[in-house]
């Protein structure tokens, strides 16, 4: 018997029921894995890529079933909504002043396929346990036999399914430390609370530690080496990006200074074409961060220099998607 999510998928997908039977059955197993340098410049991230049959099916059951289900508004990373970008996680801090940042260790990898079963089952998503069950298989990863379905990194359908499976930890958090006029918001593993002054702040560490132990699904630790607490005096960087002392959020002196001195080169035909395709990444990243500083570089260098810039990392890169390095949608544990 053929289940119904199968035939759903083959509606979606053109595929076969009976390959989509086979591939989703055998998922867990079909990754490939490989480890990636962390900003740090020491530690490593591994990354497991799905197979891409499974990625086929993996977007096909982000489109039909995890799309439809609700995300804390507070959880501003890999959110679809148009327009919606790295700069809409800094700006509710803006205009405080002391911010408090908190992490989650192995944050995908902590996330489990049972803890996916159980907020399924209490949803009665799905009509037969044998959907249920192939769901999980599709969605997870095995890292080893005997060792529990996990989340991997690398997975296009596993940043949705993060902030799906922490709405009730994200609207707890929001509701505690809201009552103090704390500010929250949450991209992927990174914690930002902020507050109109300091005294705000004091007891949130105990508040967030409190609510992450009370959460058994998903079962999460915090890397308290990664906590940390800044005041006005000095930058406060917020996943990436700098708030200003006048309460704007800019992309960074570092950032802007790179790319002055990449558009220089450039014109003096002096920049590799893989250097032309970091370039691009990080002019289309600063410019939705502050598009008014890429209206200045084009006034002052002219319209056709940035937009040759683009063509020739297009052109090299074989795609019309441009990404900042920096910009990563994993999580920074």
């Known amino acids: 018997m053929i ?173 505690e430390v809201g009552d103090r006029y704390v500010t929250y918001t949450r991209y992927a593993d990174d914690m930002t609370f902020s507050a109109p002054r300091t005294g705000f702040l004091q007891g949130v560490q105990s508040i967030v530690a409190r609510a992450v132990r009370e959460t058994k699904r998903p079962n999460l630790d915090l890397n308290p080496d990664k906590t940390r607490f800044v005041t006005t005096k000095f930058n406060r960087n917020v996943t990436g990006l700098t708030i200003s002392l006048d309460g704007r959020v800019t992309a960074g002196q570092y950032r802007k200074r790179q790319i002055r001195a990449g558009i220089y080169r450039f014109t003096r035909k002096e920049l590799d074409a893989a250097s032309a395709v970091r370039l691009a990444g990080l002019i289309a990243f600063v ?14 260098h002219g319209e056709e220099v940035v937009a040759e810039i683009t063509r020739q990392a297009i052109k090299r890169k074989g795609c019309g998607r441009i990404t900042d390095d920096e910009n990563d949608t994993v999580p920074s544990s």
Request: proline share 6%.
């Open 3 to 175: 289940e119904q999510l199968v035939l759903q998928l083959a509606r979606a997908t053109g595929m076969d029921p009976l390959d989509i039977y086979d591939i989703a059955s055998s998922a867990p197993r079909r990754y490939k894995t490989f480890s990636v340098l962390k900003k740090d410049g020491v530690s490593r991230r591994e990354i497991s890529q799905p197979a891409r049959e499974v990625k086929v099916l993996q977007r096909a059951f982000s489109d039909l079933f995890l799309s439809t289900l609700p995300v804390h508004h507070c959880a501003t990373a890999y959110r679809a909504r148009p327009g919606l970008s790295l700069r809409d996680n800094v700006l509710p801090h803006a205009a405080n002043g002391p911010i408090l940042k908190m992490d989650f260790r192995n944050f995908f990898p902590s996330i489990k396929g049972a803890d996916w079963v159980s907020f399924c089952r209490e949803r009665e998503m799905f009509a037969s346990e044998d959907d249920l069950y192939l769901s999980e298989l599709l969605l997870f990863r095995r890292t080893a036999k005997g060792r529990p379905l996990s989340l991997a990194i690398g997975a296009p359908s596993s940043p949705l399914l993060s902030n799906i499976l922490l709405y009730d930890l994200d609207e707890r958090l929001f509701r």
């Open 287 to 300: 410019n939705s961060v502050e598009p008014g500083f890429i209206d200045k570089l084009r006034v002052k």
